[in-house]
Every structure is written in structure tokens, then in C-alpha cells.
């Protein structure tokens, strides 16, 4: 059972191709493009009010040399967005409930940043590896300790977002089948556990949603 469960997780393949390939290209072609006309239908408007506003809060605490990566973190952020929501649809795959692929996200922007820092600005970068007013003795432990949270960090960011899709997903699936199964012997209580399937689905969507933005947050700051 807890096989049959786990299946959905599963990179498909069709004719020994893997449709990850696929799954990650579709959300590209979903989102209209955008023109230059002066008036614009009502989706593009939609979303360019998104992206504004996304991008707005994301570096409102950011100086202005890192809103250089306004663009490639926007893309990230509507990337994965896309990929949330696509995953929740029947007979569809979630990408992002595979940890080779957060992971595969995670590391190289994660990488970017310490290695844009250490070039930037050592001094500073090197400085948060020590809190100010650290007691003497306590000073190798703490430069230790800073050292090892900041290479977990991309591990962290492809984890939380690994679980919290896969766990979402397994309890859609257990409460569907809950319900499936009571249909025929207590309607009733299948009709309640349709009505918890729904809010579920809801509350699903709204984590698809901000697990992509603390995603992409945790990552530019």
C-alpha cells in the first residue's frame, strides 16, 4: 500500500523518455508573452501586475546592486509557481516533489551569492561567519557552527520544498481514497470527507504558492 502510494512520486517515462523534460517545459509555454502595445488583454495585464509586485517586495530589502537579479529570480519565481500548480492537476507530475531537482535549483544560486559575496565584499561576507560581541572562548565553536549552517542552506531550501509537496500530495491522495472507498457504505461521511478533500485542495494551493516565494526569498536574501 505505502508502495502504491509513493508510485505517483516516480519520474514517468514513455517510450523510455522521461517526461520531466516535458513537465518542465510546459510552464514556459503557459505564460502569454508579453508585448509592447500601449493596451493589453486582460491576462497579460494580470500578469505583469504579478511580477511588479513580486519583484517589488522581493527587493525592497535588497540595496541596489543586487537588483541586478530581478530577472533571473522573477523567472525563478514564476518557474516554480507554474510547476505548484500544474502538479496539482489530475493525471499531471510534480517536478518539484523530486529532491534532485530542488537541489539542482538550490545549489548553483546558492553558490552564486557566496561566491559573488567573497568577491564583492570578503570582509563583510567572512564577517557573518561571527557575531558581533561573541565572547573569546566561544569564537572557533561559533565559526564552526556558521560554517556548517551556511553549506546546509541549500540543502535546507530543496528539503522544505521536497516535503512540503510530497506531504501535501500524499494526504489528497489518502483523503480522495478515504472517500472513494466510503461512497457506497456511508455516503455521509464520504460527503464530509469530499468537502475536507476540497478545502484540502485549497489549502494545498495556497502552499504550492508560497512555498515558491519562500523559496526564491530565502534565496536572494
Known amino acids: 500500500m505505502m ?27 503557459l505564460w502569454p508573452s508579453p508585448s509592447s502595445r500601449w493596451l493589453n488583454n486582460r491576462l497579460i495585464t494580470l500578469q505583469s ?5 513580486f519583484t517589488q517586495q522581493l527587493l525592497l530589502p535588497i540595496n541596489t546592486g543586487g537588483h541586478k537579479w530581478a530577472l533571473i ?44 559575496g567573497m568577491r564583492n565584499q570578503p570582509t563583510a561576507a567572512l564577517g557573518h561567519l561571527l557575531p558581533e560581541g561573541t565572547p573569546t572562548p566561544l569564537i572557533p565553536v561559533l565559526i564552526v557552527i556558521e560554517t556548517i549552517s ?5 540543502l535546507a531550501l530543496g528539503v522544505r520544498l521536497t516535503a512540503n509537496l510530497t506531504a501535501g500530495h500524499l494526504l489528497i491522495q489518502l483523503i480522495a481514497t478515504a472517500a472513494f472507498t466510503l461512497m457506497t457504505t456511508m455516503t455521509t461521511v464520504a460527503l464530509l470527507t469530499t468537502s475536507v478533500l476540497f478545502l484540502l485542495t485549497l489549502l494545498e494551493m495556497a502552499v504550492a504558492m508560497i512555498q515558491a516565494y519562500v523559496f526564491v526569498l530565502l534565496l536572494s536574501l
Not at 512520486?9 to 517526461?19: A, H, R, V
Not at 501586475?49 to 509586485?53: C, E, P
Not at 492537476?89 to 531537482?101: G, I, N, V
Not at 551556511?150 to 541549500?154: A, D, M, T, V, Y
Request: aromatic letters at 14%; charged letters at 5%.
Open 150 to 154: 551556511l553549506f546546509i542552506r541549500p
Open 3 to 29: 508502495a502504491n502510494l509513493f508510485d505517483q512520486f516516480m519520474s514517468p517515462t514513455y517510450l523510455g523518455i522521461p517526461l520531466i523534460v516535458l513537465a518542465l517545459g510546459l510552464p514556459w509555454i
Open 73 to 116: 529570480l522573477a523567472s525563478l519565481m514564476a518557474f516554480l509557481l507554474s510547476m505548484n500548480l500544474l502538479g496539482l492537476l489530475p493525471y499531471t507530475f510534480t517536478p518539484t516533489t523530486q529532491l534532485s531537482l530542488n537541489m539542482g535549483l538550490a545549489v548553483p544560486f546558492w553558490l552564486a551569492t557566496v561566491i559573488i
Open 49 to 53: 501586475w504579478f511580477l511588479n509586485r
